[in-house]
């Protein structure tokens, strides 16, 4: 897998870029939007300062991230501004919608964590500019920010996969509904059985690398069928929700391509089984 980790470091920084990029875009095309949906969550002192310190932050950090240049000053900027924002905006927990919005944001945070203990990859500005000493950076830290990385991607898909199984009434309906009528039942179990293993594999750091894979497999199609709508800069909220669950999955897959690329990190069954990784 070592000859796969450069180009996987970076179609992952690109991907966990591309939201914050995008959200930034949304800011600047809707300012008086954005505002307002501030505003209605508390947030009515200094929400124009608010608002430009959100757009500037999404687009340097996204910027830097793309890049891979002072990529893990980016990445922790980044994680500070994804809590702060899924804190306010995302705690409204009876609205299964926005649980599922807390629970990608937390998964996003997992994937920055991975960049963090990695770094950017060779393919970067940072890598290019500071070569070995900036791998070094971030190793008293290293096993903690792979093991929070991977409790909060696996996180969003324990949930996902344990409302499947303890409502498979309602998961088999949303899949007629999205036209997956010839194969339900198989389509409900592989999901069940994609995300539950893959999450276990997560959690535990076994086989973390086909776990991995195998989450990939799975929120590839999922964005595609369930999150079908136009990519274009709209007002509609209905419209901009969906997109940016599909930027949201998009980002997740890229911290699954981390994973992917560098494994579990040392808390994991995979480092007592191969210490030499």
Known sequence: MQQYEPTLSLVGRLLLAALFLWAGLQKIFNPEGTQQYM?????????????????????AGGI??????????????????????????????????????????????????????????????????????????AAPYHAALTLAGRVCLGGLFLLSGLNKLFDPEGTRQSMVAMGMTPGTELFYAAAIALELGGVLSLLLGWWTRVGAAALILFVVPATMIFHRTSMSFVLDATVQDQQFHVMKNLAIIGGLMYVLAYGAGPLSLDARRSPDR
């Open 39 to 59: 505003a209605a969550y508390g947030l009515t002192l200094g929400t124009m300062l608010l608002y430009l310190a959100a757009t500037v932050i999404e687009f």
């Open 64 to 137: 830097a991230l793309a890049l891979g240049h002072t990529t893990r000053d980016a990445v922790f900027l980044l994680v500070l501004f994804m809590v702060m924002v899924t804190g306010i905006f995302h705690t409204h927990l009876t609205d299964p919608n926005q649980v599922i919005h807390f629970a990608k944001n937390l998964a996003i945070i997992g994937g920055l964590f991975y960049v963090g203990a990695y770094g950017p990859g060779t393919r970067s500005m940072d890598a290019q500019n500071k070569g070995l000493i900036y791998a070094g950076i």
